[in-house]
């Protein structure tokens, strides 16, 4: 009895303990800084380095710390780039196929942990380091993953230098061995050769994977770079906890700007960044800070699908009252996003059979979809361009993306015809099994049995999904692109013949000569008047054939409090947060009591 | 009882392989190529093998089969970073909210269990077993979520989610989560005990001690809780090893960067090593825990013995 007595007791005061540790720890409320821009990061940092990283949670940050030869102009529509690390845009000659770039100079790496360079300051870039990081973006040691996105097919030279990096390991490469693509004129000039002209190359040049790094760094840290980034960019990562939160102070070495040279004299009110010091915290789950948004402890947020109604009146669509007392402000802006649902053009059923095609996509009600699925956060898709690119016009009409069950009916007798048949089952493939991705899929196969198809869904994660769609075993698939860069040509490359073979970009692997013989002709041309006709030819082709069934266009719904300033919807771009400022007083001012 | 243990534990190792092979033809069967995972949208047969050759996956499934069994995990894909790193980094995060909430819940379900299985047919009884089995009707996101809305978002009591390393920043963070695990595991416990202590007081050696005067708090605390500690015991050990893994949900949902998130999101990106590793340890443990119940038997019941 008296053990079992001093258990209990034990028990108690373990108890107790807890008790008192909890109230105690109630007090341990992390400290706030006034100065300081908190916000929600949505995932885990595999990697900083700008070779490895190919993810949009890295880019996000990597666009911070690191800097290339081109970015966008901050809040200009149409998107127009600005030499950053390059003095100039590139001059092309030989017919477009060579790019000479001249390099800003006197910007020097900041080294925040003064353990490559003891001062903190490193040396200032020169034509070396571009070089330098444009190979190791093509190391396979390094797995290449951005590769295939920015350089294969498009140097010369360098399937050589990529073959090379497999035949020894990074500490043995001759980092200096010549790539013919690859050309350093001096100190402050490059040189890219290209086998044909390539206008996109310098979208390439403005994205974060091709950011400068420094060389003394990569030698340096070895396999832990991906950890301590040593850039030019307008912050310094200060603190990086895994999984929980990325902490970026102002360089105290930036230039002030990202247009100018390193020893340009940029007054002090008009220096960059504005705001001093970020913290993101981590969050996989959507309402723990949507909550903290609320509450006023995060800055900015995104809506959560299941707090839209407590955020968005739904008659108006306009933001809640409770919200605009708060000081909340809506930011909506139509993302360069087209989700559409492909067919697989070497299906026997699907891609020999147009009426097919094009029956289903005017059986598709996509008014309701985006009503129902989407709280209306979309527009209805007319073509494969999203709005923002030159060539989208919400005017133009597309019959096949007019939900019209009369015709569409119609359109399924000519099918049936050419099938020789009643169409049989068919079978789409969605990227998750989550309710929402049920719910549309069963919405779908309702929307088709209205004209007499049976639409079967089948539910895969989205590693599944990526395997059975790059090796064309579907017959549907529910699927969206994200355009990289400004320029029609990244949708348009998904219709392109010579992707469609498996693991191209061409998923739904349709083939069209006369498509082929018009994107051959865009895709060497600069911006102007003959690519835009090139473009709204090539987008009429695909509406008529039908090789997705258009779904929408994603509309974003972003949300700030007023004492953030400066917030500009860009879909392109980097080291955004820079131009941002915040009210101090009128944050204080507006939390308190709450 | 040392020829029991070695006996039990040569027992264990074919059991461990076949948890590892299934677990390694799942992978190899079901879950589709890593490198593909990470490739991103543009993908090419070079850069794909590429990306193979660096997450080890070109090696022959065999080597890789071995290396596993053999405690030679290859990194984490998503972090690059050993898998004893990351257990290292995030079992004591997972431990920080398992051991207060199982010790608080252990002994709220035996106290909750003597107390009403002593007062049987009563109004106190009836009404704590009906809050019981409410607790267990909840379903667990659900409570998890409300318990973030209103003691963290509404009361502001607790954070709403979040991590923070030091030992009081943790616990501040560690608070509300401890708290709802408790409320939510507590039910069955104390339905399960009071259904075992219920057994042992109609037994007749209780009878006996109550015949000879024993007072009923020392029948109770000594005679019946004496008896109760076996199925406690099987209950409790085997889902230690259980602790150090975490809780999936309640990581996940209040942003815990433990084990239990890790094997959640592990899953999701398919992490291989990752999640081949905590299956491995995981059982492995599993496996020691049983045998290790076992011995307890014999300690707690001197009738026991192990042959």
């Known amino acids: 009895m008296r053990k079992t007595k001093w258990i209990f007791f034990f028990y108690l005061a373990v108890v107790g303990l807890f008790i008192v540790g909890v109230a105690f720890s109630l007090s341990f409320t992390p400290a706030r800084d006034p100065y300081t821009l908190y916000t929600e990061h949505p995932g885990t940092i595999r990697t900083l380095d700008p070779a490895e990283a190919a993810d949009q949670p890295a880019a996000l940050i990597l666009g911070e710390l690191y800097e290339c030869l081109y970015n966008y102009k901050y809040g200009v529509t149409p998107y127009e780039l600005f030499p950053e690390l390059a003095a100039d ?163 105290p070495i930036y230039r002030g700007r990202p247009d100018v040279d390193g020893d340009a004299d940029v007054p002090e009110s008009q220096r960059l960044p504005h705001i001093k010091r970020m913290e993101y915290d981590y969050f996989t789950e959507t309402l723990p800070p949507w909550i903290l948004f609320t509450q006023g402890l995060f800055d900015a947020a995104v809506i959560p699908k299941e707090s839209f109604n407590e955020a968005i009146q739904l008659q108006s669509g306009q933001l809640s009252e409770d919200l605009v007392k708060k000081g909340v402000i809506l930011i909506k802006s139509p993302l360069p996003i087209t989700e559409y649902i492909g067919f697989n053009m070497q299906d026997p059923i699907l891609g020999k059979n147009l009426p097919l095609r094009q029956a289903m996509s005017m059986a598709f009600d996509r008014e309701s979809y985006i009503k129902n699925f989407w709280n209306g956060r979309g527009l209805p898709a007319i073509g494969p361009i999203p709005p923002g690119f030159p060539t989208y016009d919400p005017k133009q009409v597309n019959p096949y993306t007019q939900f019209n069950l009369v015709a569409a009916r119609e359109k399924m007798k000519q099918a049936e015809k050419i099938n020789g048949g009643p169409i049989p089952p068919l079978h789409i493939l969605m990227r998750d099994s989550d309710t929402l991705e049920r719910q549309v899929a069963e919405n779908l196969a309702l929307q088709m049995n209205q004209i007499g198809l049976n639409v079967q869904p089948e539910y895969r994660d989205f590693a599944r999904w990526n395997e059975m769609v790059d090796n064309r075993q579907t017959q549907l698939f529910d699927a969206g692109w994200v355009a990289d860069y400004p320029d029609e040509q990244d949708f348009f490359q998904l219709f392109y013949g010579k992707n469609a073979p498996a693991m191209g970009v061409n998923s739904a692997a349709y083939v069209n000569p006369a498509f082929d013989k018009l994107y051959d002709r865009a895709a060497v041309l600069q911006g102007g008047p003959q690519r835009r006709r090139l473009y709204l030819q090539m987008g009429k082709i695909v509406m008529n054939d039908c090789p997705w069934l258009l779904v929408f266009y994603p509309t974003s719904y972003a949300l700030h409090y007023d004492w953030l300033s400066g917030l500009r919807s860009m879909d392109y771009g980097y080291a955004l947060r820079q131009y941002l400022s915040l009210d101090v007083a009128l944050r204080r001012k507006r939390l308190e009591g709450r | 009882m040392w020829a029991y243990i070695v006996r039990r534990l040569l027992l264990s190792i074919p059991i461990l392989i076949g948890i590892v092979i299934l677990t390694f033809l799942l992978f190899d069967v079901v879950a589709p190529d890593p490198a593909i995972v990470y490739a991103g949208k543009f993908k090419s047969v070079e850069q794909l093998q590429a990306i193979r050759h660096q997450l080890g996956t070109d ?249």
């Open chain 2, 59 to 307: 090696v022959p499934k065999w080597r890789q089969f071995v290396n596993i069994l053999t405690f030679h995990f290859a990194p984490s894909f998503r972090y690059q970073e050993s898998v004893w790193s990351l257990l290292a980094r995030k079992a004591p995060i997972s431990l920080a909210i398992q051991i207060p909430a199982f010790f608080i819940e252990l002994g709220l379900q035996l106290v909750l269990a003597l107390f009403v299985a002593s007062r049987r047919g009563t109004i106190l009884d009836y009404g704590v077993t009906l809050i019981a089995v409410l607790g267990m009707s909840v379903p667990i996101i659900s409570l998890y979520l409300g318990a973030q809305w209103i003691f963290g978002g509404w009361l502001r009591w607790f954070p709403v989610a979040g991590w923070s390393p030091g030992f009081f920043y943790a616990l501040h963070f560690a608070a509300l989560p401890i708290i709802v695990s408790v409320i939510g595991g507590v039910g069955g416990g104390v339905r399960f005990y009071r259904t075992i202590v219920l057994e042992e007081i109609n037994a007749d050696y209780v009878r006996t001690a109550r015949a000879k005067g024993v007072p009923a708090r020392e029948v109770l605390f000594t005679h019946v809780f004496g008896n109760v500690l076996i199925p406690v015991l099987t209950n409790t050990i085997v889902v230690l090893p259980l602790l150090f893994t975490g809780s999936l949900v309640l990581e996940q949902l209040f942003q815990i960067p433990g084990f239990g998130a890790l094997l959640v999101e592990s899953i999701h990106a398919q992490d291989q090593p990752v999640v081949m590793f905590i299956v491995y340890i995981t059982s492995l443990i599993y496996l020691v825990m049983l045998i290790f119940t076992d011995i307890l038997y014999t300690l707690v019941d001197p009738r026991v013995t192990l042959k």
């Open chain 1, 89 to 251: 845009m590139p001059v092309y000659s030989d017919g477009g196929r060579v790019m000479t770039i001249r390099l800003r100079k006197g910007i020097r790496f900041y080294d925040p942990e003064h353990k490559v360079f003891p001062s903190g300051v490193g040396p200032a870039i020169t034509a070396k380091d571009v070089i330098y990081s444009f190979k190791r973006v093509c190391d396979a040691n390094l797995s290449g993953v951005n590769y295939s996105t920015v350089f294969e097919d498009r140097i010369v030279g360098i399937e050589d230098w990529w073959n090379y990096t497999k035949t020894l390991p990074d500490s043995k490469l001759d980092w200096d061995r010549p790539v013919k693509g690859f050309q350093i004129l001096d100190d402050h000039t490059i040189r890219l050769v290209m086998p044909q002209p390539n206008p996109q190359m310098i979208y390439n040049l403005a994205a974060s994977w091709t950011s400068i790094v420094s060389r003394d760094a990569v030698n340096y840290w070895k396999q832990d770079f991906r950890l301590h980034p040593v850039a030019t960019g307008a912050y310094y990562l200060k603190e990086n906890l895994p999984d929980q939160r990325i902490v970026m102070e102002a360089n």
